[in-house]
């Protein structure tokens, strides 16, 4: 009887290996280096090695595992085909649930998105366990996210669902996103953004704040904003209410039961959920305006859980 999977949660410096029971009890947890040498022609290979192993060490057989499943930082389709992984050195154009169940020996492989998957593991067994539609929002180096209804992810035509960081919300913007349009969410919720925008303010007023001639992450922002600085106030309010625009937008698309705040920018907690909360109200159709915002419980442990969910399914 299937009674394990491993779930793999793959990022551009290491790849996080959980092996758990397919009712979701994650027993042990590992790191493997991501080597993105030769356009990542390694990774697979490592992967499969990593689960080889520990298949060994626990003794257990390919009749034992319900499958693998697997995040990835890029779009995928039809929870196989990856086209491409920019910040893995260009790796991609393969189906990834294809050559990583050949390395396995024929054990099922599903493949996802990385924000994608996470938000799965979040409804698995995070904040919103037993909601069937929800958006998760991750504010880290960028902004990802994950779409989930009906209790499945919506991928889309092109494996594009949930990039909610390249949401338009600034037609004015002149400065540039990494993925070349102009006033995308990104540029200014993600932990990047929020240091851009406080620069520039810094830059535009004489203001004094604590942050004035001093190196700073988004985190140094956010906890002045809580402190009371003022230009940092500006600064989160700034950035909320661009959130709180994307959000707005998605409710009146997918009216889901909870937002989700993932993501090391979340971790400010309460300072950023009440004022994503009040700009997001400002901007809601008055039948979602109510729709809670939360923090993601399930951390850095999110993606595995998720992908291991791919796996089992949404009757585990």
Known sequence: MSNYAFGIDLGGTTAKVGLFTTSGALLEKWEVPTDTSNQGENILRNLAKAVKTKMAERELTNADLAGVGIGVPGPVKEDRYVPVCANLGGWGDLDVSDRLSALLDGVPVKTGNDANVAALGEIWMGTAKGCSNMVMVTLGTGVGGGVIVNGNVLCGSYGAGGEIGHIPVNPAETASCGCGKKGCLEQ???????????????????????LRGKDFAAKDVLDAAR????LAVRELQQMADYLGIALASIAATTDPEMFLLGGGVSRAGDVLTDAVTAAYQKFAFHASRNTPI??????????IFGAVRLVVGANA
């Open 227 to 230: 402190d009371g600085d003022k």
């Open 294 to 303: 939360k923090v993601a419980s399930l951390g850095n442990d999110a993606g």
């Open 188 to 210: 200014y919720s993600s932990a990047t953004g929020i240091v851009r925008c406080t620069k520039l303010l810094l830059e535009q007023t004489d203001e004094p704040s604590v």
